[in-house]
């Protein structure tokens, strides 16, 4: 495949006695990334309901975009003329962009898989499309990504385990596609810097499709990998299980991408297996809503509870949100239908995750990683037991709520 020259390189910095947990960094053309890195998704060219100066601002030095949304919408040639989605949309970090492969499958009306690819119904009009790998690339070399993402057949939990071998096969029969094309680009003459193909490991929750996947993903030496296929509705025992057999799996002077993971706990679960890099749209999905994150679980903002309380969201956070505004003011600008409420729920958020991720790396720097996460779920898990309790106590028929909340 083509050959891939500086900048990009990645490279730890320090590992935990305990656990699979490293602290690095990856150069890209558009800056270094700390890791372990949570990414903002910014899946139409915005992170919703924030302006980038403020993404910057929270730490975010990585964003993703989407192929399948930006193909769309406002289309991949329209971006290439303004020089890239980062001049396009005014982001100076660095851009992971998605391959779509999750998108044709969770979103779209009627799609069909083929060995060409998939063809599917846009959900935004029903206009009939179709994505292959070389159309992926295609996208994503116009977008100008620093990370591209092969194109890849996601399946959701529950399928046979004969469904995911055809899976895997598919995947790597795409992938091999990607690269050919992604190859024959001539990148170093056409962007002045050098965008990187990551491969996806497949398989669902079977072991041997797991471990057959991701041996034909090192075989291509690619500059690194994910784990998909997980968050997909697989109970949560199953998808750490896959995730630390499948890190482990994975050579260890590359990246480690697991795809769609967002909550506090299974980051530093997922983190203690080797993972490196995560991206969620739960930060800010939920602050549209009016939930906030806290260490102490999840907070619904706009909950009469909240109406006269004069805290902080969370009392430990240095976001901006947090050093200016109370609880009730937040709560009051939901239900007035201002939209600096989801503004500043964002906002609050993505702050909270990258500091999140900075006290992760601290404590690695540290040698203090695994008393860290410790307490990290410990709060986690107790903060959601009492949210849990509160609306039990709140709602006719009392527990029985407990597990629909």
Same mark, same amino acid.
């Given at each position: ?7 990009f ?8 006695k ?5 602290r690095?960094?990856?150069?890209t053309?558009?800056? !270094?990334?700390?890791t ?6 910014g ?5 919703k ?5 403020s993404v910057w601002?929270?730490g975010?030095?990585?964003?993703l975009g989407?192929t ?9 040639e329209?971006?290439?003329s ?8 005014g982001?100076?970090?660095?851009i992971l ?6 998108? $044709?499958f969770?979103? *779209?009306?009627?799609?069909? $898989?083929?060995?060409?690819g998939?063809?599917?119904? *846009? ?11 070389e ?12 990370i ?6 996601c ?5 046979? !385990?004969s469904?995911a071998?055809?899976?895997?096969d598919?995947t ?6 990607? &690269? ?8 170093a003459n056409?962007?002045?810097w050098?965008? $990187?193909?990551?491969g ?8 041997n499709?797991?471990?057959? *996947?991701a041996?034909?993903? &090192? ?9 998909g296929?997980l968050?997909v509705g ?7 299980e896959?995730?630390e /057999?499948?890190?482990?799996l994975?050579?260890a002077?590359?990246?480690r991408y697991?795809m ?7 980051i530093?679960?997922? $983190? ?9 749209v739960l ?12 260490r102490d679980?999840r ?7 909240y109406?006269?309380?004069?805290r902080?969201?969370d009392s ?11 609880r ?30 900075q006290e992760?790396?601290?404590? /690695?720097?540290a ?6 996460? *410790? ?8 903060g !959601? ?11 006719p028929?009392?527990?029985k709520s407990?597990?629909?909340?």
């Amino acid at each position: 495949m083509h050959k891939l020259d500086a900048p990009f390189k990645f490279k730890v910095l320090a590992t935990d006695k305990n656990s699979s947990a490293r602290r690095g960094a990856i150069q890209t053309g558009h800056g !270094e990334i700390q890791t372990p890195v949570f990414m903002p998704v910014g899946t139409s060219g915005s992170v919703k309901a924030m302006t980038f100066e403020s993404v910057w601002e929270s730490g975010a030095r990585i964003i993703l975009g989407n192929t399948y949304h930006l193909y769309l919408r406002p289309g991949h040639e329209l971006i290439k003329s303004f020089g890239g989605l980062h001049k396009y949309q005014g982001w100076d970090g660095a851009i992971l962009s998605d391959s779509a492969g999750y998108q $044709v499958f969770s979103l *779209s009306n009627l799609n069909k $898989v083929t060995e060409d690819g998939v063809a599917f119904r *846009s959900h935004l009009d029903g206009s009939k499309h179709m994505f292959t790998p070389e159309l992926s690339m295609e996208i994503q070399l116009a977008l100008g990504s620093d990370i591209v993402m092969a194109f890849d057949h996601c399946l959701p939990y529950g399928v046979a !385990e004969s469904e995911a071998a055809k899976a895997v096969d598919r995947t790597h029969r795409w992938l091999q596609r990607c &690269v050919k094309t992604f190859g024959e680009e001539g990148l170093a003459n056409e962007n002045p810097w050098q965008q $990187v193909l990551f491969g996806i490991v497949q398989g669902g929750v079977y072991e041997n499709e797991r471990r057959r *996947s991701a041996a034909q993903l &090192v075989d291509l030496n690619l500059p690194g990998y994910a784990v998909g296929g997980l968050s997909v509705g697989e109970p949560t025992p199953a998808m750490r299980e896959m995730t630390e /057999l499948t890190a482990g799996l994975l050579p260890a002077d590359k990246p480690r991408y697991l795809m769609g993971v967002g909550y506090p706990d299974d980051i530093v679960d997922s $983190v203690s297996r080797g993972i490196d890099m995560f991206d969620c749209v739960l930060p800010t999905r939920l602050a549209r809503k009016g939930t906030v994150i806290t260490r102490d679980g999840r907070l619904v903002v706009k909950n009469s509870r909240y109406q006269d309380d004069s805290r902080p969201i969370d009392s430990e956070c240095n976001c901006p949100v947090c050093k200016r505004h109370s609880r009730a003011y937040i709560r009051h600008l939901f239900h007035a239908g201002e939209m600096l409420g989801p503004m500043l729920a964002s906002t609050h958020n993505i702050c909270f995750y990258q500091q999140f991720m900075q006290e992760i790396r601290d404590s /690695l720097e540290a040698g203090e990683f695994s008393s860290y996460a *410790s307490r990290v779920r410990q709060r986690w898990i107790d903060g !959601e037991k009492h949210r849990l309790e509160e609306i039990a106590s709140a709602t006719p028929g009392g527990r029985k709520s407990i597990n629909n909340p």
